[in-house]
């Protein structure tokens, strides 16, 4: 059945009296002096705001009433670089079918490139604005928010670190902030337009100053011409630095109607377990209290002194040195394969490694962990410069045809496997050995394994409905302190954790319960992909009814109405 969303848009109404169009005001004259009644003065106008807006942590519609955006993310095939509207992504059913799920809104991804090409730059293409045209009126009939959403801004994707050119040349942000200003000139008065997603998981370059003050400088365009809602994004990371600042790395930012987005797709390593894209193995099952969770923990401190290889070797044998632990803050420990500026054709391969706890009186355990590096599984790799690559080498093992590799990185990097942590016992000690070969490294690079230490605020969070509620509470938290609204912009889970018993619904619906228990808003990731969405096809088809993750669709049937 589907559910009326009864959103009323209201138009901005003068009311007066004119001549040709109102009934006339008394007007006798006064038998005694000839002087007629005075008219009596127009009422006060009536207005009501047509757009939504904030007021401390709420989002109000257009009656001042609280109102709680929750919906989808038309990707609108954004890693396409076509200078043409993305017309197979979705038509007007599909709104439909987002309101028939009981959504009222869907963040709509756009990219530069439908507005303004590189070599005309600041003039933009009327096929652009027809596109927003007709998909507002799409959302209007079936009473959908739109959240325009710069997905790709000028100066490139963000999400995957290549967008330097953003941060780096000034152009880029000059028209960046001349094409919003034009968004919103043109959408001033469109209340079916909840607001504006300024940069999509923004990665500056240098700090988090660069992100505040292009986020301000687009608001204070924006604000120059229109009051719609912004939604201001935490940034991903700053470049190469792994862990969040105080402020959790949302931009330091003034104005009125700002909301603040994150996403989450914790655990990542199930979210995005088997996608080729993601370059993460097999990625465990949901929920499952063996496995540790790292989302909320900060890195804290490692084994430094294990030995390195540092010049061109066949196998080698790395003993690791125990590492007693005796600082209170270490909670939780993860094996990791590191490489440092091994040059742009440096290579390093790593096999055999075994993690052993030993007692407060130095006496065998366990092996911890014990693997011959044949699958990627749980493991996950880093570069400080966003350059190099790793993963499984299934051509050059020590005793057999496979073993993990790193290449091309010049700075530091790694290979860490967040599946394997564990929980290291004050007083008890650890190592981890293994086997490393290197070619044509450069002339300061070098190879090692070592155990990084982590620290947590609370509890050691397992993978469990506890853990999310964890990631959901500490954003929500900050924007507490800031009397702000908060938005998750993205949420969600890859195919393969729906398929082989992997827990991918449950997940699913422990997440948006929470979010919805906690009255954040949102937009799950996404509609209509192979890779995360509700309907399935490439680019070249509109969605198709028989083809979806029909569970998932009938999941927010269930919790939605």
């Not at 009422?43 to 939504?52: C, E, G, N, Q, S």
């Not at 809104?105 to 439908?114: E, G, K, L, Q, S």
């Not at 109607?257 to 193995?281: D, K, M, R």
């Not at 092996?367 to 993963?391: K, M, V």
Request: net charge negative.
């Amino acid at each position: 059945m589907k559910r009326l969303l009864l959103l009323p848009f209201l138009m901005l109404f003068v009311l007066s009296c004119g001549k040709d169009d109102a009934p006339a005001a008394p007007n006798n004259p006064d038998p005694n002096t000839g002087t007629t009644d005075p008219i009596d003065p127009p009422a006060d106008p009536v207005t009501t705001t047509t757009l939504l807006s904030v007021s401390g942590r709420q989002i109000l519609d257009t009656n001042n009433t609280p109102i709680l955006l929750k919906g989808v993310g038309f990707n609108n095939w954004h890693w396409i670089e076509d200078p043409l509207p993305p017309t197979t992504h979705h038509s007007e059913i599909d709104f439909t079918r987002v309101s028939d799920m009981g959504m009222n809104a869907v963040r709509f991804a756009m990219n530069y490139w439908i507005f303004e090409d590189d070599a005309n730059p600041y003039t933009y293409k009327q096929t652009g604005w027809d596109w927003i045209d007709t998909n507002i009126e799409w959302a209007k009939n079936n009473d959908v928010y739109l959240i325009l959403n710069m997905h790709t801004p000028q100066g490139g994707y963000q999400s995957q670190g290549t967008g330097d050119a953003l941060w780096d040349e000034a152009d880029s942000q000059n028209r960046l902030i001349a094409l919003w200003k034009a968004i919103a000139e043109k959408y001033k008065d469109e209340p079916q337009i909840a607001g504006f997603g300024i940069v999509n998981e923004p990665i500056p370059n240098r700090s988090i100053g660069q992100w505040s003050d292009l986020a301000q400088r687009i608001i204070d365009e924006i604000r120059s011409v229109d009051n719609h809602i912004i939604f201001a994004e935490q940034a991903i990371s700053v470049k190469g630095v792994s862990e969040p600042d105080p402020e959790l790395n949302f931009p330091r930012i003034t104005g009125d109607n700002i909301v603040y987005e994150f996403h989450t797709y914790e655990p990542f390593q199930f979210t995005h377990q088997l996608l080729a894209f993601a370059n993460v193995g097999e990625g465990g099952v949901y929920p499952d209290d063996d496995l540790i969770e790292l989302g909320d923990a900060a890195w804290h401190t490692a084994i430094f002194n294990n030995p390195t290889l540092a010049e061109n070797s066949d196998w080698q044998y790395l003993e690791g040195v125990r590492y007693t632990i005796e600082d209170t803050d270490i909670r939780i420990g993860v094996p990791v394969l590191i490489t440092g500026n091994i040059g742009a054709n440096g290579r390093a391969n790593f096999d055999d490694i075994i993690l052993n706890e030993y007692d407060e009186n130095g006496v065998f355990v366990q092996a911890i962990h014990e693997e011959n590096l044949n699958t990627t599984s749980g493991w996950e790799f880093w570069s400080r410069n966003d350059d190099g690559e790793g993963g499984i080498d299934n051509n050059s093992g020590r005793t057999d045809t496979s073993s993990f590799y790193i290449e091309g990185a010049t700075d530091e990097s790694n290979l860490n496997n967040r599946l394997a942590a564990f929980e290291p016992i004050q007083g008890y000690s650890y190592e981890l050995s293994g086997w490393v070969r290197t070619q044509d490294l450069a002339a300061t690079g070098d190879a090692l394994l070592r155990i990084d230490f982590y620290t947590t605020a609370g509890d050691v969070n397992r993978r469990n409905k506890t853990y999310l509620e964890s990631i959901l509470d500490r954003v929500d938290s900050w924007a507490t302190g800031k009397n702000a609204p908060v938005y998750v912009g993205e949420v969600g889970t890859g195919g393969p954790s729906f398929e082989n018993g992997k827990g991918g619904l449950v997940f699913a619906e422990d997440m948006i319960t929470l979010i919805q228990e906690k009255n954040i808003h949102f937009t799950y990731f996404d509609y209509h992909s192979d890779n995360f969405g509700m309907y399935l096809g490439d680019t070249n088809q509109l969605p198709d009814p028989s083809n979806t993750r029909q569970p998932l669709i009938d999941l927010f049937n269930d919790i939605l109405q």
